[in-house]
Nanobody
Framework: QVQLVESGGGLVQPGGSLRLSCAAS????????MGWYRQAPGKARELVAT???????QYADSVSGRFTISRDGVKNTVYLQMNSLKPEDTAVYYC???????????WGQGTQVTVSS
């Protein structure tokens, strides 16, 4: 069993910053990568950023240059530093863990990010 616990969401004004954290615990082995999706009301879930255990990050075009993903392999934690936030970044953000083989993706419970003045 794997648990993903997210934190760091909240309300922020446009142009502000937030840092999301996602800590994985339980049967953690064979991790290939971790990352973040988001889902705004009435929209499909979309990939925001991902990072592999080798440290290669990838970003959605909409957040590239503003968001930074990082991970702590010892703590099995992934972070999402979000700068220059825009109202269109408002969504529930979900972290996930992917494995090399034989295991389904695990998801966190989601954390709300609201960008509004």
């Amino acid at each position: 069993q794997v648990q993903l616990v997210e934190s760091g969401g909240g309300l922020v004004q446009p142009g502000g910053s937030l840092r999301l954290s996602c800590a994985a615990s339980g049967s953690i082995f064979g991790i290939y990568g971790m990352g973040w999706y988001r889902q705004a009301p009435g929209k499909a879930r979309e990939l925001v950023a991902t990072i592999t255990t080798s440290g290669s990050p990838q970003y959605a075009d909409s957040v590239s240059g503003r968001f930074t993903i990082s991970r702590d392999g010892v703590k099995n934690t992934v972070y999402l530093q979000m700068n220059s936030l825009k109202p269109e970044d408002t969504a529930v953000y979900y972290c996930y863990v992917d494995y090399y083989v034989g295991r389904a993706r695990n998801w966190g419970q989601g954390t709300q990010v609201t960008v509004s003045s």
